[in-house]
């Protein structure tokens, strides 16, 4: 999908964004204020110290609500960004009459719902927390939707664990597999499905909004902090000069720049506005050629970075449980929207590499990076 293309679609548009301050929507609200959309974000204050927000709007944009923030660029780059993050509301998905008041206010026409407590380990230290954000926080959204009418096209975004796992090697779940996700961060995506479907079913049956979730696998790219997630340990260990530990080198996942999925979330959106017959659910995942396992995936790793870095596993894997083999079939979207994927996972893992090291240089430097990636993908 090229810039061009969507920039018809967004420019303008009112765009709800929960989960904003995550790496996820980091990456998006740089997309969306690029596309000319008028960005609202709704959150809790970033996860992360360091977190990607601030480094793209500045120390301090998400200790609190702000009103027009914009991307740290340089001057010329600056200027060539049409929209913006126009309101960064941080507050919590869990607080319905809170939530409520800011959407009443934003009138959005197009919502894509992120926020999520999205760690599997901290999903069995935390799994009531997991759970009322990851499912109430759905609930609240769609009731929003149902209270204030107005809202094209919605979107929830999931994760590929909401399969039920049967550890099948060389099999990718298809969208009609049986959610039944094994922990309580899978599970709670799995039931966040389902509150999803039913709304659709009971209350949008009209199709308005056209509403649709996205199931996508592990992303890696520029700016993810998060604790427990290979690509950052790894950025860590080699920014300190140690050698990388690898838990779990065995284990297969369908991991892919964070640029893929945000791509397809934005075409779904797009798409399912102008034609609601394509809402439904999907899968976004790699082709099998970059399904590797975690191991590859740090030798990969090793390999862009350079500076003899090496990884090394302890011995059995270590922790809570966690699936050993896990893949997508990603037909469908590929039938309903003529998506590819675009970067190879060792484009990904370049990409990534890059991004990291100019933020070692600054701020600014990591935002144009992520700009001139944005460009570089879409073409």
């Known amino acids: 999908m090229k810039l061009e293309t969507l920039q018809k679609f967004y420019q303008g548009k009112r765009v709800l964004v929960t989960g904003h301050t995550g790496f996820k929507g980091s990456w998006?609200?740089?997309?969306?204020?690029?596309?000319?959309?008028?960005?609202?974000g709704y959150a809790q204050k970033?996860?992360?110290?360091?977190a990607l927000f601030e480094v793209l709007y500045g120390s301090g944009a998400g200790e609190k609500t702000a009103e027009n923030l914009q991307l740290h660029l340089p001057e010329a780059e600056g200027a060539a960004i049409r929209g913006g993050l126009r309101v960064s509301h941080i507050g919590d998905i869990r607080n319905f009459p809170e939530l409520l008041e800011f959407y009443k206010a934003v009138q959005p026409d197009c919502v894509l719902h992120l926020a999520a407590q999205p760690i599997v380990r901290d999903s069995y230290r935390i799994p009531r927390e997991t759970y009322e954000t990851n499912v109430m926080g759905t609930v609240n959204l769609m009731e929003c939707m149902r209270l204030v009418p107005g809202c094209s096209s919605f979107l929830n975004v999931t994760t590929d664990k909401v399969y039920l796992n049967e550890e099948r090697p060389g099999y990718g779940y298809q969208e009609e597999d049986k959610l039944d996700g094994y922990d309580p961060y899978s599970n709670s995506k799995s039931c966040s499905e389902l509150v999803t479907h039913s709304y659709m079913h009971s209350f949008f049956s009209e199709g308005v909004p056209a509403i649709s979730t996205a199931r996508a696998g592990n992303v890696i790219g520029g700016g993810d902090f998060a604790n427990d997630r290979i690509?950052?340990?790894c950025l860590r260990a080699a920014f300190q000069g140690k050698d990388i530990l690898v838990r779990n080198p065995n284990s297969t996942r369908p991991y892919q720049h964070v640029l893929e999925p945000l791509a397809v979330y934005l075409t779904i959106v797009m798409k399912q506005a102008e034609d609601g017959s394509l809402a439904g659910w999907y899968n976004v995942g790699p082709d099998d050629c970059d399904c590797v396992t975690t191991g590859e995936l740090a030798e990969l790793f090793v390999e862009a970075f350079g500076e003899g870095l090496r990884w090394y596993c302890p011995?059995?894997?270590?922790?809570?449980?966690?699936?050993?083999?896990?893949?997508?079939?990603?037909?469908?979207?590929?039938?309903?929207f003529g998506w590819q994927p675009v970067w190879h996972i060792g484009e990904a893992v370049e990409a990534t590499v890059r991004w990291s090291r100019a933020f070692q240089e600054s701020s600014e430097a990591a935002n144009a990076e992520m700009l001139r990636q944005i460009r570089e993908y879409f073409g």
């Not at 970033?46 to 360091?50: L, V």
């Not at 011995?315 to 979207?333: Q, W, Y």
Request: hydrophobic share 35%; proline share 14%.
């Open 315 to 336: 011995g059995a894997p270590t922790g809570p449980h966690e699936a050993d083999f896990l893949k997508l079939n990603n037909e469908k979207i590929k039938r309903a």
């Open 46 to 50: 970033p996860p992360t110290a360091p």
């Open 231 to 233: 690509i950052p340990d």
């Open 28 to 40: 998006l609200c740089g997309i969306l204020s690029l596309l000319g959309a008028e960005v609202y």
